[in-house]
């Protein structure tokens, strides 16, 4: 498996800002709920003790990025003030959560990512 996307996560010193969300795009009201889920998130991150900086890049990320097709998820990680890691998921996560810890959560992402294949048979 290759890990390389998360090499700038292992260059930049904590506390980071994990999301998993749904980033769905399959209705008329798509983008009002996906202002709401955010908010949610925002606020989740800001009580955990997220600083401003970190929470306007994700800010950014979430209101820049082109919508999904259909039903969709995302994970985003950042940091003083930096998005490191931004990855569409082909579902929507089925716990959607944001945390503000010493340490990424990257393991949904991982368990979540197809193996590579070497070989065809």
């Known amino acids: 498996m290759d890990l390389h996307f998360l090499s700038e996560l292992t260059e930049t010193p904590g506390p980071y800002a994990t999301v998993y969300f749904d980033a769905s795009h399959d209705s008329e009201s798509a983008d009002r709920e996906l202002e709401l889920r955010w908010a949610g998130h925002r606020t989740e991150l800001a009580e955990q003790g997220a600083d401003e900086p970190t929470l306007a890049a994700l800010d950014r990320a979430v ?13 985003l990680v950042a940091a003083d003030g930096r998005v490191l890691l931004d990855r569409a998921l082909a579902e929507p996560p089925a716990r959607p959560s944001a945390a503000w810890g010493p340490a990424p959560d990257v393991l949904p992402l991982l368990l979540d990512a197809p193996e590579a294949m070497t070989a065809v048979v």
């Open 63 to 75: 209101a820049d990025a082109d919508p999904a097709v259909g039903r969709a998820g995302r994970v």
